[in-house]
């Protein structure tokens, strides 16, 4: 079973920029398309960002357009989340999740395996 380790995590002011980085191990990296949710206190765990096998197409939540962006590495069995212009809203917990079908990259249905998540705080 694939593994997930997330780290990058930490406290920002309100317009900062943070990058996440997700590790994987014990599976075939380019198998999964892969993605990172966010869930804040009292919310549900919403996609953020997704990702296919080798990178082609990616997935935004509306709230996060044009701010952040996922990229993996395959080679490195590494995707990142890299996120500008932070903003206090985006105070959650953020997990890396990886999906056995890689159609599935924007889909939340489909992410089966799951990191145990890093704390993003955003100041204002």
């Known amino acids: 079973q694939v593994q997930l380790a997330e780290s990058g995590g930490g406290l920002v002011q309100a317009g900062g920029s943070l990058r996440l980085s997700c590790d994987a191990s014990?599976?075939?990296?380019?198998?999964?398309?892969m993605g990172w949710f966010r869930q804040a206190p009292g919310k549900e765990r919403d996609l953020v960002a997704g990702?296919?096998?080798?990178?082609?197409?990616?997935y935004y939540a509306d709230s996060v357009k044009g701010r952040f962006a996922i990229s993996r590495d395959n080679a490195k069995n590494t995707v990142y989340l890299q996120m500008n212009s932070l903003k206090p809203e985006d105070t959650a917990v953020y997990y890396c999740?990886?999906?056995?079908?890689?159609?599935?990259?924007?889909?939340?249905?489909?992410?089966?395996?799951w990191g145990q998540g890093t704390q993003v705080t955003v100041s204002s």
């Open positions: 999740a990886a999906a056995d079908y890689g159609s599935g990259y924007a889909n939340p249905d489909l992410y089966a395996y």
């Open positions: 014990g599976g075939s990296f380019s198998r999964y398309a």
């Open positions: 990702i296919t096998r080798s990178g082609g197409n990616t």
